[in-house]
């Protein structure tokens, strides 16, 4: 007889979801954790990024004060005050998470853990466990980058959460959402900074109208993008490095960071031992329902490397719990998911750019407004907001919304809710404004910008 009904390997947003909700359903549960309870999100994403962000942000908000008469002198900024709050709300999460876990009856082992078998997880001190049911919940971890000289003295997000002091000069290796946020944070933080992409513009996959305008509002704060570059070494001099770019730009700085995205971590779980087969993509492959390639083996989150962002996660964890100990065979739906960018200014974007649209449909049009939002008039920030419909022309469907504005995260979010729910263009146009805010251009948006076969005046 097996000692558990449900092995889950790593206590991320993925594993804690699907170990508790598989407990209340009455299976016997056992949780393996190498690191900490609570996962990337919680220990070094998600969670401790946004309170990095919102530090960032006060040196913008006492400049904007000048203008509506508040004098903010003597403001001064500690990043050692701020990295030990963080870490104290972090230790506070873990112990939640974990007082959560321990009450719903799972047994929680600190320890790595490994398929001896298709049934059979090894843990580090060499004791074994038997599983009728495993879940392969081990996220992903940053990519360490390619090997140059120099490669030792560059720091991932993990070790950006920990630094003893903030750079003075940082650059920034990455293009990605993640490599965009940390950018922001120092550059909040008055940092100098430097961000390098190989591509020829940041944030791939996000609507080309916003990655352009999102670049323009970097630069106009002081951050130097660099893109169609990357980092070819890394040299140490004295107390500081010299990043040597291989446009033969070379940039001094006290910090050296990548963001270069995220492998699944797949590497030395024994998935040969287990018969559990990857995907191209890196991760493991698995069906709508999460299983993978061996019947009783399934697998949620970053190590599927499908859409990696903790709801999702979450919602994979809880819909395998329910597929597999609830009776109630569950999918999840990976259209539509509304994302944010927490830049400066932020990004939400919810369905299809205008590229993936015109690829899709006959019939696209484009509403499309770019404007100072009102509380730039008096505080002077030099700022520009999108906002951005994706239509089809067809059925007059919403397929996509894109924004570049303050709050855009928190805009987003309620928008997907109509994206989710089919909602029509004249269904935005039928909804009352609320004045005066950014979000209502959403529905005062009258004029197609670029229709089909109208390359209208913008
Ligand atoms: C800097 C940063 C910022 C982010 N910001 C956002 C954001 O704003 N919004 C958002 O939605 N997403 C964000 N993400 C992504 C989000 O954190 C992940 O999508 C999410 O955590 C994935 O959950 P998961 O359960 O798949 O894996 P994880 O949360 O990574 O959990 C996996 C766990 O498994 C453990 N583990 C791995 N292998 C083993 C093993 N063999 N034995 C035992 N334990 C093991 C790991 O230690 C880890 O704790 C961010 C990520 C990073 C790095």
């Not at 954790?33 to 990095?52: A, D, F, N, S």
């Not at 962000?53 to 509506?68: P, T």
């Not at 590229?355 to 002077?380: C, H």
Request: charged share 20%.
């Amino acid at each position: 007889m097996a000692d558990v009904d449900l092995f889950v390997i790593g206590a991320g947003s993925g594993g804690v979801r699907a170990a508790r909700i598989a407990a209340g359903h009455g299976a016997r549960v056992m949780i393996a954790e190498e690191y900490r309870v609570g996962g990337t999100c919680v220990i070094r994403g998600c969670v401790p990024k946004k309170l990095l962000v919102y530090a960032s942000r006060f040196a913008l908000d006492f400049e904007e004060a000048a203008g509506f008469g508040w004098t903010a002198h003597g403001a001064s900024f500690d990043w050692p005050t701020l990295i030990a709050n963080k870490d104290k709300e972090i230790a506070r999460l873990e112990a939640a998470y974990t007082a959560t876990l321990n009450k719903a009856g799972i047994t929680i082992v600190k320890s790595r853990a490994v398929f001896e078998d298709p049934h059979t997880l090894r843990l580090a001190d060499g004791e074994r466990v038997r599983a009728d049911h495993v879940l392969i919940a081990t996220g992903a971890r940053p990519h360490p980058g390619p090997t140059i000289p120099g490669l030792e003295h560059v720091i991932s997000s993990n070790e950006a959460f920990h630094l003893p002091e903030l750079p003075r000069r940082i650059l920034v290796q990455g293009g990605g959402y993640i490599a965009v946020e940390f950018a922001c944070i120092f550059a909040g933080l008055g940092s100098k900074v430097t961000l390098v992409y190989r591509g020829d513009n940041i944030l791939r996959g996000f609507d080309d109208d916003v990655r352009q305008h999102l670049r323009d509002q970097l630069e106009k704060r002081g951050i130097h993008v660099v893109t169609g570059n990357i980092v070819a070494a890394v040299e140490k001099i004295k107390n500081h490095y010299c990043a040597h770019l291989s446009g033969g730009m070379a940039v001094t700085a006290d910090q050296v960071m990548f963001a270069l995205g995220r492998p699944p971590n797949v590497h030395g779980l024994g998935l040969d031992a287990a018969g559990v087969k990857g995907a191209g993509t890196g991760g493991i492959a698995v069906d709508e329902y999460s299983r993978t390639s061996v019947p009783h083996i399934y697998a949620v989150g970053d190590v599927t490397n499908r859409v990696n962002l903790t709801p999702v996660a979450i919602r994979e964890g809880h819909a395998f719990a329910d597929t597999v100990f609830g009776g109630k065979p569950t999918r999840v739906d990976h259209t539509n998911v509304p994302t944010a960018v927490f830049s400066e200014p932020e990004v939400g974007a919810v369905g299809l750019t205008e590229t993936e649209a015109r690829a899709r449909y006959a019939k696209v049009d484009i509403y499309k407004t770019m404007f100072r939002p009102l509380k730039a008039t008096l505080s002077g920030r030099d700022i520009t907001v999108l906002l951005k419909l994706v239509v089809d022309g067809a059925t007059d469907r919403v397929l996509g919304c894109h924004i570049v504005a303050p709050d855009a995260g928190e805009m987003i979010q309620l928008v997907g809710i109509a994206v989710h729910m089919g909602a029509t263009k004249a269904d935005l146009d039928a909804t009352m404004a609320v004045h005066p805010t950014i979000a209502e251009e959403l529905v005062t948006m009258r004029t197609v910008t670029r229709g089909y076969g109208r390359e209208a005046a913008e």
